[in-house]
């Protein structure tokens, strides 16, 4: 049984949440628009469609390698589409039948299990803070405080310490979940693996390493680790409204991780949907003002932890980075 630690140490501080923010902004900031949901995923999927017709056609580096970049950061943000499905930010209603269809959509064109995900996220979500009961902390985050091993997180490296960290969350799970998320997960395995092969029988070698190896091999991790890192890495562990990184708005970002980069701001107020998180912070900045947070800019935080070394949910600005092996890396 996971302690759901994170709601009982932010009960206190609810009315301050709830405060920082005009009551009718925030009522209004809740509104789920399910055209505006669809019309996003639409252009997602567009744009998916854009660049596979441009990267099979195109054999120019100059003209493919930015299409495979703009590629693979749409193959990671179909899991902020799903995401937006876990949290019932789609419909002002539950309509269960339709979201369990958008979800398996989302996870299969973002190669994952979405019952996976969707446990996964909600223990995160329920944990925040916990070393132990928190999936994403306990077996997803770095335990050696090492440039090359954090380098391995942009890397295709990626994939196997991402399964794995699946696969031993899932051990916890009941065995009609795991039975469920192993399912999906064949049928991903199996769609991605036919979609390649009739990209390599119809295009040769070269359209598939274009249009799918290297968007979700080489482009996808390097999504996944940025993103990661405005999440939950700069941190104060000392409080519960400070337990996530405040990020600098920035249109080129949010078009990019898809309103994805407002994090902290999610965790307020999850069922907020992601195309309101951006004036959701501008509501929240004097509260961060007060709280002592800094927004940060994406080079900062790639500075901090590749250049600096910085180990992961720490406060980068207070005290130095402990030791590799210390106990404060190595739990």
């Known amino acids: 049984m996971k302690s759901k630690i994170y709601w009982k140490e932010i009960a206190q501080h609810k009315a301050r ?8 902004e925030l009522k209004a900031l809740h509104v789920r628009r399910p055209a505006l949901h669809l019309a996003y995923a639409a252009r997602q999927f567009a744009i998916i469609a854009a660049c596979s017709y441009g990267l099979w056609h ?28 876990v949290h019932n930010a789609v419909f002002q209603t539950p309509k269960p039948k339709i979201e369990r269809v958008l979800g398996l959509l989302y996870a299969i064109s973002s190669g994952i ?3 996976q995900f969707t446990r996964w996220h909600l223990d995160h979500h329920d944990n925040l803070g916990s070393w132990e009961d928190d999936p994403k902390r306990h077996w997803l985050s770095p335990k050696r405080n090492a440039r090359w091993y954090k380098l391995l ?3 295709p490296a990626l994939m ?7 696969a031993q969350e899932s051990k916890s799970y009941e065995p009609e979940l795991r039975s469920r ?5 064949a049928a991903t395995v199996v769609i991605q693996l036919s979609i390649a092969g009739l990209l390599w029988h119809f295009g040769g070698l070269g359209v598939l390493m274009r ?27 000392s409080h519960p409204l400070k337990g996530s990184t405040v990020m600098k708005p920035s249109r080129f ?20 949907p992601f195309y309101n998180l951006r004036a959701l912070h501008m509501n929240l900045r004097p509260l961060y003002a007060e709280l002592g947070l800094r927004p940060h800019s994406y080079a900062e935080i790639v500075w901090g932890w590749f250049v600096l070394n910085k180990a992961p949910h720490t406060d980068w600005e207070a005290a130095a980075t402990p030791a590799a092996g210390s106990p404060a890396t190595a739990r």
């Open 17 to 24: 949440l709830r405060d920082a923010v005009p009551h009718a």
């Open 58 to 85: 195109l054999a120019n580096p100059l003209y493919w390698v930015p299409l495979a970049i703009l590629q693979g950061f749409t193959f990671f943000n179909m899991t902020v589409l799903l995401h937006e499905v």
């Open 113 to 115: 299990s979405a019952s």
């Open 153 to 155: 997180y942009c890397t």
């Open 160 to 166: 196997p310490i991402y399964f794995r960290a699946a």
């Open 181 to 185: 998320i192993a399912r999906e997960r």
């Open 211 to 237: 249009v799918w190896f290297v968007p979700y091999f080489l482009v996808f991790p390097v999504a996944f680790t940025l993103n990661r890192l405005g999440q939950h890495y700069d941190i104060d562990p």
């Open 253 to 272: 970002w949010e078009f990019l991780f898809l309103f994805s980069n407002f994090h902290i701001e999610h965790h307020y107020f999850p069922r907020v």
